[in-house]
């Protein structure tokens, strides 16, 4: 069982940077591979960025590449407690959405349906 709970949206211009964070808690949350997703009104969600369960391997929508980061802390917790990071740069009015956290044990197949666990989300709105 994985927890994950997002945080750090909020009001940015256009240019602007900020950086969300996914609290995790779980004794197997080494083993997922980590995503975020967005979801803006009337659209569906879709696939911004993921990170490779070691840490190692990153994945980018084309949308974000080059300006968003991905990161996640893997460090020994004896309370079973990490973070997953995604720095945001540059930001687009066109980025404005609902950003999700997701868990997902394959490390494959990048699309909502196939995730394991989800956040609640985090609003980011990006002004012009």
């Known amino acids: 069982q994985i927890q994950l709970v997002e945080s750090g949206g909020g009001l940015v211009q256009a240019g602007g940077s900020l950086r969300l964070s996914c609290a995790a808690s779980?004794?197997?949350?080494?083993?997922?591979?980590m995503g975020w997703f967005r979801q803006a009104p009337g659209k569906e969600r879709e696939f911004v960025a993921a990170i490779s369960s070691a840490g190692i391997n990153t994945y980018y929508a084309d949308s974000v590449k080059g300006r968003f980061t991905i990161s996640r802390d893997n460090a020994k917790s004896t309370l079973y407690l990490h973070t997953v990071y995604l720095q945001m740069n540059s930001l687009k009015p066109e980025d404005t959405a609902v950003y999700y956290c997701?868990?997902?044990?394959?490390?494959?197949?990048?699309?909502?349906?196939?995730?394991?666990?989800w956040g609640e989300g985090t609003l980011v709105t990006v002004s012009s």
């Open positions: 997701a868990a997902n044990i394959h490390g494959s197949n990048w699309y909502a349906g196939g995730m394991d666990y």
């Open positions: 779980g004794r197997t949350f080494i083993n997922y591979a």
